[in-house]
């Protein structure tokens, strides 16, 4: 199983950016799948996640701001991110989880990882 996390960059407050993983190995249409970040000196915190049936969760630092996506046909999980503030700037990984898992919060709740793509929002 391979995740492929892209699109990061360096941008200013206030703009948007639109992450990429593609996934090999499994399919994200029948499982729940997520996305998670990393910043500095900080813990892996959870985003964002959608569940085989669709439901998606959110933490409650980027509800309104950021969506959670997938295209079953390219295989691909996304997370639109809008309104970005120099507070999500971190290195931001995708996940997939178990077949017909939900959506959830639970990083354990993940066996497969793709490397990160850094996000940087400058001031």
């Known amino acids: 199983v391979q995740l492929q996390a892209s699109g990061g960059g360096l941008v200013q407050a206030g703009d948007s950016l639109r992450l990429s993983c593609a996934v090999s190995?499994?399919?994200?249409?029948?499982?729940?799948t997520a996305w998670c970040r990393q910043a500095p000196g900080k813990e892996r915190e959870f985003v964002a996640s959608?569940?085989?049936?669709?439901?998606?969760s959110y933490t409650d630092s980027v509800k309104g701001r950021f969506t959670i996506s997938r295209e079953k046909s390219k295989n691909g999980l996304y997370l639109q991110m809008n309104s970005l503030t120099p507070e999500d700037t971190a290195v931001y990984h995708c996940?997939?989880?178990?077949?017909?898992?939900?959506?959830?919060?639970?990083?354990?709740?993940?066996?497969?990882w793709g490397q990160g793509t850094q996000v940087t929002v400058s001031s």
């Open positions: 959608i569940g085989w049936s669709d439901t998606t």
């Open positions: 996940a997939l989880g178990i077949h017909y898992s939900s959506a959830t919060s639970l990083q354990t709740d993940y066996p497969y």
């Open positions: 190995g499994r399919s994200v249409g029948d499982r729940a």
